[in-house]
């Protein structure tokens, strides 16, 4: 069955620079979630978009932005980039549906690593 | 106080074992609950949702209870494979999903 595809698996930037992480969720997916994972910590949820609109934000950072396009797919977009964005991004998506459901798991993706030196 | 808690252990355990695993939340809203594992440096797989009744799924049960605003994962007979990280996660709107921080299982030889 497909799965969540993040691109790129691996980025290496330099402080100041710009990041932009890629999200490719489950085909009929409509709901695609980020979260940023740093070492030893839990994911911390970062933003979701429901059907292409935002539909919930959490702890995202102003220099950060997100959007998702005509053809299901989100972007992660990472500026001025800091030491402590050096975490593992994973992107998630789940099945909502018209009518929303509360029990639709969050499937993952195999997440990015980003380190910022 | 963070709306997920759960003991981050580690939790040592010899094979064959049975061990089970708490997970508090604040938010009396939540609507639902799942259980996951996370190897290192992985992405979290689902292990499974929660239902209010209760659900098994092998060796493996969780249990809600709302009223005190807690989830339980169960392991029975626990293999060597089990060793990972379980992250509760709770949903507490339409969207957001909040995963605890995690606790840690070594099943021991």
């Known amino acids: ?117 | 106080r963070k709306e997920v808690e759960q003991d981050p252990g580690p939790f040592n355990v010899p094979e064959g074992a049975t061990v089970a695993f708490n997970c508090t939340y604040s938010n009396s809203a939540s609507q639902s609950f799942f259980w996951y594992r996370q190897d290192c440096r992985k992405e979290p797989k689902l292990l499974m949702s929660v239902y209010s009744s209760g659900n098994e799924d092998g060796r493996f049960t969780a249990q809600l209870n709302r009223a005190s605003q807690y989830i339980s994962l169960l392991i029975r007979d626990s293999k060597l494979s089990d060793s990972a990280t379980y992250l509760c996660a709770v949903r507490e709107g339409y969207q957001k999903v909040t995963f605890g921080t995690g606790t840690k299982l070594q099943v021991i030889p």
């Open chain 1, 1 to 117: 069955a497909a799965g969540v595809i993040q691109s790129p698996r691996h980025l290496i930037k330099e402080k100041r620079e710009t990041a932009t992480l890629k999200c490719y969720p489950i085909p009929r997916h409509d709901t695609v979630y980020w979260y940023q994972q740093g070492p030893g910590q839990d994911p911390q949820f970062l933003i979701s978009f429901y059907e292409k609109m935002q539909s919930d934000k959490g702890s995202i950072p102003d220099r950060f932005s997100a959007q998702q396009f005509s053809d299901y797919h989100s972007e992660l977009n990472m500026s001025s980039l800091e030491l402590g964005d050096s975490a593992l991004y994973f992107c998630a998506s789940s099945l909502a549906g018209t009518g929303g459901s509360y029990n639709s798991p969050l499937h993952f993706g195999n997440g990015t690593r980003l380190t910022v030196t």
